[in-house]
Structure formats: structure tokens, C-alpha cells
């Protein structure tokens, strides 16, 4: 699994501060713990190559809630 925490999407270059400039502070929330997406971590996921071979790859941008340790948030981006 490759976790790139702030670094750009590979397919549009777009940082993690631009993913976050493209939704408001209450538009993504933990369910949980209600901490909006400021307090959240972000980051560009993309699946390992394997899945890629077998055409069930992912990749996109995922949020995380760290105190509740859920993920909140998936935006799915195509390669």
C-alpha cells in the first residue's frame, strides 16, 4: 500500500492542499468524533501494483480520522 502523505496525484498533480481547497470545512466529517476535514488527515492512496494487474486497482484521494481510526472520506481518481 502506498500512503503519500503530501504529495501530489500522480494523474492530475494536485496537492493535497488543493484537494482540500475543493471542499468547505463541514463538506467532509469524521461520523464519529465530528472533527471536520482540517483536523483530518489526507493523503493520495494508490493500491499496489498487483491489483492494478488484475484490473481491481484504486487509486485516489482518502481521508482518514486518526483518533477514531476510520476512514471518512474516498474520492476515487482514474488512471
Not at 22 to 44: S, V
Not at 46 to 55: N, V
Not at 63 to 74: H, L, Y
Request: aromatic content about 14%; overall charge positive.
Amino acid at each position: 500500500m502506498e500512503c503519500k502523505g503530501n504529495s501530489a496525484s500522480p494523474s492530475t498533480k494536485k496537492t493535497v492542499d488543493y484537494f482540500r481547497s475543493m471542499f468547505g470545512n463541514n463538506d467532509i466529517q469524521c461520523a464519529y468524533c465530528h472533527k471536520k476535514l482540517d483536523e483530518l488527515h489526507a493523503m493520495y492512496f494508490k493500491s499496489p501494483t498487483w491489483t492494478w494487474d488484475l484490473s481491481c486497482g484504486s487509486a485516489g484521494w482518502l481521508v482518514i480520522c486518526t483518533g477514531c481510526k476510520r476512514q471518512v472520506f474516498f474520492m476515487n481518481e482514474t488512471e
